[in-house]
């Protein structure tokens, strides 16, 4: 009788141990669910002749190529962003890159030898995987360039250094692309009533005179500096 016992209990951990998911299991799973979602949308897509590739939908031909990170066709110049988040402290990290081929390559690459492999948290410097990977730019067909959010055809091009688009007299860390105006503007814009102005580096009004007036977004006009009254 207690040998049953002895052996009833040895089946109960083993069938208890067996339903338990190590963290390597899931990762293989989240890569199985991966590669399967890409081939459901490669089987959707198609194959190209001329390329010889499994190609995602709005392939050109020549022109884009397929970014397995970002799921989607890009081309030359593609830049995605690689997010890490720490569960300690909460700190998110994130990394650029122009990425040409993301199969083959130096950074993307899953051998060990990436951007996708573990970094120090740069607050507790805790080893932290990639926990999100972000298409920053997708291919425009009709300017044939890779283009981020608020692309204008024809008037804006992607800043790779401010990470986003940029129209013309584009000032790093200065001005940003309004949508509206389709032009550069600086901090404190005010549609139809202010522009950039490169001597001053900041947004000016009607009747603006270099070093002498300020643009006041409480009084919405140009006032003689120094003000300090409303």
């Not at 250094?161 to 814009?189: K, Q």
């Not at 005010?190 to 409480?218: L, M, S």
């Amino acid at each position: 009788m207690r040998k049953l016992w002895v052996v009833i209990g040895v089946l109960s951990v083993t069938a208890c141990s067996s339903g338990v998911t190590r963290p390597e299991d899931r990762a293989l799973t989240e890569e199985t669910r991966v590669a399967k979602r890409q081939q459901q949308i490669f089987e959707r897509d198609g194959y190209c002749d001329g390329c010889n590739l499994d190609v995602y939908g709005g392939h050109r031909c020549g022109l884009t190529f397929p970014c397995l990170l970002c799921g989607r066709e890009q081309g030359a110049g593609h830049v995605h962003e690689i997010r890490r988040t720490c569960g300690s402290c909460g700190l998110t990290q994130s990394e650029a890159h122009v990425c040409d081929d993301s199969g083959n390559c130096d950074q993307c690459r899953r051998d060990g030898r990436g951007i996708l492999v573990e970094r120090p948290c740069e607050r507790c410097y805790r080893m932290l995987k990639a926990s999100s990977i972000v298409g920053v730019t997708a291919y425009c067909a009709r300017c044939n360039v890779e283009a981020a959010a608020n692309h204008i055809c024809g008037k804006t091009r992607f800043c790779l250094s401010c990470l986003r688009e940029a129209g013309d007299g584009h000032i790093h860390d200065a001005t940003r692309l309004c949508v509206s105006c389709e032009e550069e503007v600086a901090i404190d814009h005010v549609h139809d009533r202010t522009a950039y102005c490169r001597p001053c580096h900041r947004d000016a009004g009607p009747d603006h005179r270099h070093g002498e007036t300020i643009w006041c977004v409480r009084c919405a006009s140009e006032e003689v500096w120094p003000h300090g009254h409303h």
